[in-house]
């Protein structure tokens, strides 16, 4: 009952081909065309495939499977355009189709509605027209009730089903005037197979005027659309603290980038050096290592534990460390291009074992060393994710577009 309320998951929709304007900006166009089959949970589906079938076989009636089937493909692939132009949010579902047809069928019975006036023959139009009032209601309070809320596909679906609306009357209209004219002439014809199509390349330029918000894409977009599907592809199961003494013996006494005294005298040359910012996020690691009993006695002692609490706050204040603190600095020596592998390193080991938290934290003082290296942004952006850390994700996002500045 859980999975039909709250549907397969956010990573599921980004793997399966969900609308994410980062990733569509990256060149995986298909995520304006697979939304439309796809959505968020059953009763997302049910409400939708109501709508499909009380307006699309009114829709086939009127104007035919050929129409109905493309009519839903161009509204739907156009609501997504829409989306994609004005809203950053992940999205999926038939609505932006549904609008359209829905629309499509509000124009042509104001169409039906001025021929019986003219013929005056009894108006057919009222046999559908609650149908769509319920429909309409339908979708845009349900639309709200889901998380994944999409008013601009909505909105890009209405435009097309209108102008394609336009379109079949026009040519009904001409086609009508054709054949119950007189003169019967080639240049009424002409202006027949002209007229209609008009709308048509509306339609195409309205897909071209959303399309220009590929050149308003931000690189922080790109990244985090790269990330979260990274994370959805290679989602692991997340490791917890009360997991860190199985891998003691891994991180402690075999890999010596994960030794946590080790990484205190890396946290302690950035400081002193001035990276700070890159420094408050190991002490941080840190202090979570050592609140949990990780490591040795002396590194995980309440002493210890003062000390890095001292220094967290004197880094977030870009301030020098504590003399105290300097006796665990061993002066290693750096160079520019191994320096930002004091925090990329550790970090890779924590990711592999699924210690996303940590490694998040640290691919962000990676970044932070080296704001030139996207991989870094990335991997700490998936990290944050896999771990539900969007204060870690937003931190990372606002780091990207000051570099994207400079």
């Keep these: 009952m859980t999975k039909i309320v709250q549907g397969p998951g956010y990573d599921l929709l980004v ?71 004005l809203l950053q949010n992940l999205s999926v579902g038939a609505s932006g189709s549904l609008f359209g047809l829905l629309l499509c069928l509000f ?61 079949l ?58 990330a979260i599907e990274s994370a959805a592809e290679n989602k692991n199961m997340v490791m917890s603290y009360e997991d860190l003494p199985q891998y003691e013996d891994i991180l402690v006494s075999q890999n010596e980038e994960t030794n946590p005294e080790n990484m205190q005298n890396d946290a302690i040359f950035l400081h002193e050096n001035g990276y700070f910012f890159a420094a408050l996020n190991l002490y941080e690691v840190l202090y979570t290592l050592s609140k949990e009993g990780f490591g040795s006695e002396q590194f995980s002692s309440d002493s210890n534990k003062v000390l890095l609490k001292a220094a967290i706050e004197l880094a977030k204040q870009d301030r020098i460390t504590i003399a105290t603190m300097k006796k665990y600095n061993q002066k290693k020596i750096y160079n520019k291009k191994n320096i930002t592998e004091i925090c990329a390193k550790p970090a890779a080991l924590y990711m592999t074992l699924g210690f996303f938290q940590i490694s998040g934290k640290l691919y962000e003082c990676a970044y932070a060393l080296n704001l030139g290296n996207d991989e870094y942004a990335l991997k700490g952006i998936e990290s944050f994710h896999l771990a539900e850390d969007t204060q870690g994700i937003n931190q990372i996002l606002s780091m990207i577009n000051i570099a994207d500045k400079k």
């Excluded at 169409?111 to 046999?127: A, D, I, N, V």
């Excluded at 048509?200 to 220009?212: D, E, K």
């Design 15 to 85: 793997a399966y081909g969900a609308k994410e304007n980062g990733l569509i900006a990256s060149g995986q166009m298909q995520r304006l065309f697979f939304p439309i089959f796809m959505h968020v949970n059953l009763v997302h589906l049910l409400v939708n495939m109501f709508g499909l079938w009380s307006i699309g076989r009114i829709f086939e009636m009127i104007a035919g499977h050929r129409n109905l089937f493309i009519l839903y493909l161009v509204a739907g692939i156009t609501g997504n355009f829409c989306s994609f132009a």
């Design 107 to 167: 124009i042509i019975q104001k169409y039906e509605e001025r021929l019986s006036k003219q013929f005056k023959r009894p108006t057919q139009g009222m046999q559908f027209g609650r149908v769509l009032l319920v429909n309409l209601v339908l979708n845009i309070i349900f639309g709200f009730s889901i998380p994944i809320f999409d008013w601009a596909a909505h909105l890009g679906g209405s435009l097309a089903g209108i102008l394609f609306g336009f379109a």
């Design 169 to 226: 009357t026009t040519r009904h209209k001409w086609n009508l005037k054709f054949i119950l004219s007189s003169a019967n002439s080639m240049q009424l014809k002409k202006k027949f197979f002209e007229r209609h199509r008009i709308y048509y390349v509306g339609i195409i330029l309205l897909n071209i005027l959303f399309s220009m918000a590929f050149f308003n894409i931000k690189k922080y977009q790109i990244i985090y659309g790269k």
